[in-house]
């Protein structure tokens, strides 16, 4: 009887191995939609329903048709990059050049750098071939966006890396990129800097960076996120600080951890919604 009993254990030890790993492929090997209906006060009306697909973190990992048929299929007005398509310790910029080649094809791309591309010599060639490809750089710059007879500006502040991490220097972009009263769309990378984005005015700030924590645990949340430590704050989701509210998204690759746990990447959707 105690025979049988360690034989039915080393069995069940087996299959929850088994199917802690199967989900550990999955949650690196898949990427999952995510989609977030976002109240917004003070958009225009003509802007009610205003979809845009967030792709952060790409890290040079390819995946290929899946990511843009996903994209395709979700029929974005706008996509966002924002930041890190390239990874400084491995970099290919041909993967995020390709994918940028279709994904123009959908909708119109407007992208922003990460603190990747900041340290990254190859830099000045992505630059080149976004640009080349038709995506619209917003590096401390603005546009206007109409619709619908309204308009509203989409804007991006290019990472802190750049300026060398003088909050001064990220703050005179905002103020810039900020300036006036029409409804705002902020690309940024960073998540941790919501303080800032929120006193300058920013209506809706798209970010990544925090790749959701790396690590998810039940109850907790994220374990470790870049610039924010142990058990950050800002890993994914929808965060709100006075008038501002800010998406973080998980990110569609890794950097210097390889893994993620119960953390899949993600491409994120987010429809905009009306509320005057």
Same mark, same amino acid.
Request: with cysteine.
């Given at each position: 009887?105690? &025979?049988?009993?360690?034989?039915?254990?080393?069995?069940?030890?087996?299959?929850?191995?088994?199917?802690?790993?199967?989900?550990?492929?999955?949650?690196?090997?898949?990427?999952?939609?995510?989609?977030?209906?976002?109240?917004?006060?003070?958009?225009?009306?003509?802007? %009610?329903?205003?979809?845009?697909?967030?792709? #952060? @973190?790409?890290?040079?990992?390819?995946?290929?048709?899946?990511?843009?048929? /996903?994209?395709?299929?979700?029929?974005?007005?706008?996509?966002?990059?924002?930041?890190? =398509?390239?990874?400084?310790?491995?970099?290919?910029?041909?993967?995020?050049?390709?994918?940028?080649?279709?994904?123009?094809?959908? /909708?119109?791309?407007?992208?922003?750098?990460?603190? $990747?591309?900041?340290?990254?010599?190859?830099?000045?060639?992505?630059?080149?071939? *976004?640009?080349? #490809? !038709?995506?619209? =750089?917003?590096?401390? /710059?603005?546009?206007?966006?109409?619709?619908?007879?309204?308009?509203?500006?989409?804007? !991006?502040?290019?990472?802190?890396?750049?300026?060398? !991490?003088?909050?001064?220097?990220?703050?005179?972009?905002?103020?810039?990129?900020? &300036?006036? @009263? #029409?409804?705002?769309?902020?690309? +940024? $990378?960073?998540? &941790?800097?919501? %303080?800032?984005?929120?006193?300058?005015?920013?209506?809706?700030?798209?970010?990544?960076?925090? $790749?959701?924590?790396?690590?998810?645990?039940?109850?907790?949340?994220? *374990?470790?996120?870049?610039?924010?430590?142990?058990?950050?704050?800002?890993?994914?989701?929808?965060?709100?600080? @006075?008038?501002?509210?800010?998406?973080?998204?998980?990110?569609?690759?890794? +950097?210097?951890?390889?893994?993620?746990?119960?953390?899949?990447?993600?491409?994120?959707?987010?429809?905009?919604?009306?509320?005057?």
């Amino acid at each position: 009887m105690r &025979e049988k009993l360690k034989r039915m254990g080393r069995r069940l030890l087996w299959l929850l191995c088994a199917i802690a790993a199967l989900w550990l492929l999955w949650g690196n090997l898949c990427f999952q939609t995510t989609r977030i209906t976002l109240p917004a006060r003070g958009l225009p009306a003509g802007f %009610d329903g205003y979809t845009v697909a967030l792709v #952060a @973190d790409l890290h040079n990992h390819l995946w290929g048709d899946r990511l843009t048929d /996903a994209i395709r299929r979700e029929n974005p007005d706008m996509i966002a990059l924002c930041g890190d =398509m390239i990874d400084s310790l491995r970099t290919n910029t041909d993967t995020a050049a390709a994918f940028a080649a279709e994904a123009v094809k959908i /909708a119109p791309v407007y992208y922003v750098t990460g603190n $990747h591309e900041a340290r990254a010599a190859q830099t000045p060639a992505l630059l080149r071939a *976004l640009e080349e #490809a !038709g995506v619209i =750089m917003l590096n401390d /710059a603005w546009q206007t966006l109409s619709r619908g007879g309204d308009t509203i500006r989409i804007a !991006g502040v290019r990472d802190p890396a750049y300026r060398g !991490g003088r909050q001064t220097a990220t703050e005179a972009a905002l103020r810039y990129v900020l &300036e006036g @009263d #029409a409804y705002t769309i902020l690309l +940024s $990378h960073r998540p &941790e800097l919501l %303080d800032l984005y929120a006193a300058h005015g920013a209506d809706l700030v798209l970010t990544g960076h925090a $790749h959701g924590g790396q690590v998810r645990l039940p109850w907790l949340g994220g *374990l470790i996120a870049p610039d924010q430590g142990l058990f950050p704050r800002y890993t994914g989701g929808v965060y709100r600080q @006075d008038g501002t509210a800010m998406v973080v998204s998980r990110g569609l690759g890794n +950097s210097i951890i390889p893994v993620r746990v119960n953390n899949p990447p993600e491409l994120v959707i987010v429809t905009l919604e009306c509320t005057e």
